[in-house]
């Protein structure tokens, strides 16, 4: 069975960055599309980026030009970096490892942005 355990999440104030860990228990980030996700109360959980295993990357608009997904095979480690962060962007953050119909999750990570 592969783990995904994610990390990094908090409070930050308005402006602020975070970083995101998903440790991933088997060597597979580079050949499974690592996702984040987003889930707001009251909201369905929504794709944020992804990167499959030729390293192309994919943002849903709202967060263009201040996250960037990135991987570490070495590590089996993906990250979310999250800068100028919005209180739009609180939410329980979830990794997603997919290859085919194969599909892992995460427990998720809380982001709350606040002041």
């Known amino acids: 069975q592969v783990q995904l355990v994610e990390s990094g999440g908090g409070l930050v104030q308005p402006g602020g960055s975070l970083r995101l860990s998903c440790a991933v228990s088997r060597n597979i980030v580079s050949s499974y599309t690592m996702g984040w996700y987003r889930q707001a109360p009251g909201k369905q959980r929504e794709l944020v980026a992804a990167?499959?295993?030729?390293?192309?990357?994919t943002y849903t608009n709202s967060v263009k030009g201040r996250f960037a997904i990135s991987r570490d095979n070495a590590k089996d480690t993906v990250y979310l970096q999250m800068n100028s962060l919005k209180p739009e962007d609180t939410a329980v953050y979830y990794c997603k490892a997919s290859y085919y119909s194969v599909t892992y999750w995460g427990q998720g990570t809380q982001v709350t942005v606040s002041s």
């Open positions: 990167i499959t295993p030729s390293s192309a990357t």
